[in-house]
């Protein structure tokens, strides 16, 4: 019987054939159900095997403006003594070192921080100064654009002016970082694409409203006599313009999108000087953004797209005050475990990619102070001794009007202030005399960083290569960064990488953007070059 069942013996070559066959008439009935029979519960459960979604995903980029590697080393360092902990104590962010980039604009070996910025927002190089727009200046379709075209949520998170050059070159397109006023616009929605960021937390209240209106404390800057705050509420956004109003948005969990937050007229204070009851931290504000992007998306097939910048750090390498960065770092990296936290805590794919458009200030932990051979050292200890910036103390003395000046000056600059006690006669008289704050911030500076045995080349950039960091909570994206961005490599790189991983299309938004007003007119003539922005030309006033 079992004979007549199998039919006669063909050996080997039969049974392969038989296989073949079964093989061919499994096919086909696949292909049947696939083409045939489209909507059978056979071809629903093929789809979700074969054609799966593409993940949910959310991006979260960190700048560290102006910090370079020596910053790393001296905050290091610091942390160490202040807090009383072993050699082989490191920050968070040291532990997610991936590579360093190159930082070179296509005007200069030594970049500023709008031809940084645009590198990453766009991928290209050009020149410094530019504010996502290319060499020729013509405006380039940026990654938070990109992502918001392909559904995702935006946000900037910064704790200087959000109309400065980082978040700026993400937001909008101007041929230069100085047009603050038009960059508002763009940012609200005064362009072609119309509103592409959903949440805005930082700086730089005064770009928004009026030289002629004080209503908000202050006069504002804007010469046009527009209120850009209450034309965005008109608009739908929610505004938020002080600590009181930021708490009550419960850490984002009482967020109503859009969201503008000014939190300062000009920048956030530096975190040495930063009354915790007037402003938020920077890892107060970032996770007030993450939890807000995060709500927002929580039903949506993408996620967020974010930038988050420790903007300051590079203010204290103009003034080459290393009290104020020494904190200015700390306070990123805090941000950045908070963040990491989330990402590893979220269900959905994340990304961090955390670098710096620039080193500022040239800072080296050694100085010479003498002919003589110098030592091996420097002392941290200094620095924690410091109890505010040489910004603040610098305002202080400014704003004294007695009649006591030489008492003022020793005792609360000096001993209070900056923690130094072993100052001369001549420190006192030269402060005397100083009436300028770049002068005064000098002074001041210089008599940390001498006594602490820190080293600054300059008040400008450096063109020193500067390190990249990354996280994903997902091994096969973390592959994926490892190949793209272990290594040396330029800054473009890294704006490519988070175009291609988000599979963004910035030629598609450069053509939509073709047409948006990015000139600066003086009377109607076009302003043709700027060296210096109001900021870094201030400094030497």
Known sequence: MEKLTRGPYQGSSSRNAWKRVCHLLLASVIICYAFVLPLSPFQESWNKIWWRKPAKKNVIFFVTDGMGPASLSLTRSFRQFTQNLTRDDVLVLDKHLVGSSRTMSSSSLITDSAAGATAFSCALKSYNGAIGVDSNKNPCGTLLEAAKLEGYHTGLVVTTRITDATPAAFSSHVDYRFQEDLIAQHQLGEYPLGRMVDLIIGGGRTHFYSQQDAVYGSRGSRADGRNLIKEAIGDGWSYVGN????????????????????????????????????YPSLAEEAMTAINALTEATKNSDKGFFLLIEGSRIDHAGHQNDPAAQVREVLAFDKAFEAVLKFAEESKVETVLISTSDHETGGLVTAKQNSKAYPEYIWYPEILSNSKHSGEYLGKKLLAYKGNHKSQFIEETIFEKGMGINDYKKEDTEELMKLTSSGEINDKINGMVSTRAQIGWTTHGHSAVDVNIYAHSNRQKTWYNILESLLGNHENTEIGQFMANYLDLDLDKVTDLIKKTKHSPFVEGVAVQDMKFDEYHEGIFK
């Open 243 to 278: 600590r009181n109003e930021f708490d009550a948005l419960d850490n984002g969990h009482n967020v109503s999108l859009p969201l503008l937050a000014l939190l300062a007229d000009y920048d956030i204070p530096f975190d040495i000087d930063r009354d915790v009851a007037e």
